[in-house]
């Protein structure tokens, strides 16, 4: 098939980037045409996909004379002109479409800036997304976004996927590096991801129980809210606990994963949460909260979803920093064994793979929920 993938910013940090990435790299190397057309192929530091990939500008393809016409095209952006631009060459093409919101109608979402994005969505984007032949959703819950916001729709449901690393958590692993354990969060240092809670939690908790710890925070700042939180930090009284290491990608990354001994995630708001696969198939066990749609990791015994706010995080880092290393180790086992029967990437790429196909066949739509 030949397959479009549109999206504008295609940084390394953010997990619309890593599904689109992945995808397209997965279905090009299963012998499909795939283009990816993104703002500047030109952007520094972009994230890689395969070779044989062909990545182009946006403009090129709303270009009258390209001449380009794919079998379907998935678009992975919303509340920009430019999506409404190529919305309607799709239209005008002929062009079906699959669209995905990636966590932008969660409820908390909307609210965040509501000014801008309601005149938005009345002026153009509720009407582009109902002509999409099917939106994708990462889970369950963004369903339940999409109807609440009143879009009818097809949905497939495709979480993101990660790669299993070769190297499992051992028993005998040396847990302590440098006299301390260490708490680990990753992802967008931002409002939404809720790390004043955490700070505020572990300000709360007893000398005694966060003895040995250390909390590191990894992810690039987002509108100078590290300086924020490393004032609250003081405020506080917890400067000398927390870390704030700015974003790591590639083997320093996994690093940051092997070198943690438990994961948090503290969020008010996620469609997915791609850092949270990340964290299981690292073997930690996670702890995140009911903004993100990860009930699985209380039912399969890896971790903890907690309500949003102070108090409840402050209860369970209670419990889960008071755990020996077997304990967390059996945890961490179990996450990685859910991560290896559900969320790999090429289960991902083949539910994406099958989907493409339905939608190209007037809506024979693979996987859809109505």
């Known amino acids: 098939m030949k397959i479009l993938h549109v999206i504008t910013g295609f940084g390394k940090a953010a997990g619309t980037t890593v599904f689109c990435g992945e995808v397209c790299s997965g279905l090009a190397a299963a012998g499909h045409d795939v283009t990816l057309a993104i703002s500047d192929p030109a952007e520094?530091?972009?994230?890689?996909?395969?070779?044989?990939?062909?990545?182009?500008?946006?403009?090129?393809?709303?270009?009258?004379?390209?001449?380009?016409?794919?079998?379907?095209?998935?678009?992975?952006?919303?509340?920009?002109?430019?999506?409404?631009?190529?919305?309607n060459w799709a239209k005008r093409n002929g062009v079906p479409v699959v669209w995905s919101p990636h966590g932008t109608l969660t409820p908390w979402a909307m609210k965040y800036r509501w000014w801008k994005k309601w005149p938005i969505w009345w002026l153009f984007q509720k009407r582009d997304l109902e002509c999409a032949r099917c939106l994708h959703a990462t889970a369950q819950s963004e369903v339940g976004d999409f109807r609440r916001m009143g879009l009818r729709n097809p949905v497939c449901i495709a979480p993101l996927g990660v790669h299993l690393p070769e190297e499992k958590r051992q028993a005998g692993e040396p847990e302590d590096r440098g006299g301390l354990r260490t708490l680990l969060f990753v992802s967008r240092v931002q409002r939404k991801k809720g790390l004043a809670n955490l700070i505020r939690a572990w300000a709360s908790l007893p000398g005694p129980v966060k003895k040995g710890w250390r909390v590191r925070i990894v992810g690039p700042d987002q509108e100078n809210h590290t300086a924020e939180l490393t004032a609250l930090c003081g405020e506080c009284g917890v400067s000398q606990d927390f870390e704030f290491a700015g974003p790591k990608f590639g083997g320093e990354l996994q690093h940051e994963y092997a070198a943690a001994d438990l994961f948090v995630l503290p969020t008010h708001s996620e469609n997915f949460g791609s850092v949270v696969i990340e964290a299981l198939a690292h073997g930690l066990p996670v702890i995140t909260t009911k903004g993100a749609p990860w009930s699985e990791i209380e039912t399969a015994g890896c971790g903890w979803w907690i309500d949003i706010g102070v108090e409840p995080l402050a209860g369970t880092l209670r419990t889960a920093l008071s755990l020996d290393a077997k304990a967390r180790l059996e945890m961490g086992s179990r996450g990685r064994r859910l991560v290896e029967n559900k969320y790999t990437w090429t289960s991902v790429v083949k539910t994406m793979e099958q989907t493409y196909a339905g939608v190209a066949r007037e809506g024979a739509v693979h996987s859809v929920i109505r």
């Open 44 to 87: 520094p530091g972009r994230y890689q996909v395969d070779g044989r990939v062909h990545v182009v500008s946006i403009d090129s393809i709303l270009s009258d004379g390209s001449g380009y016409v794919p079998d379907v095209a998935h678009f992975h952006v919303i509340w920009l002109p430019v999506m409404h631009k190529l919305c």
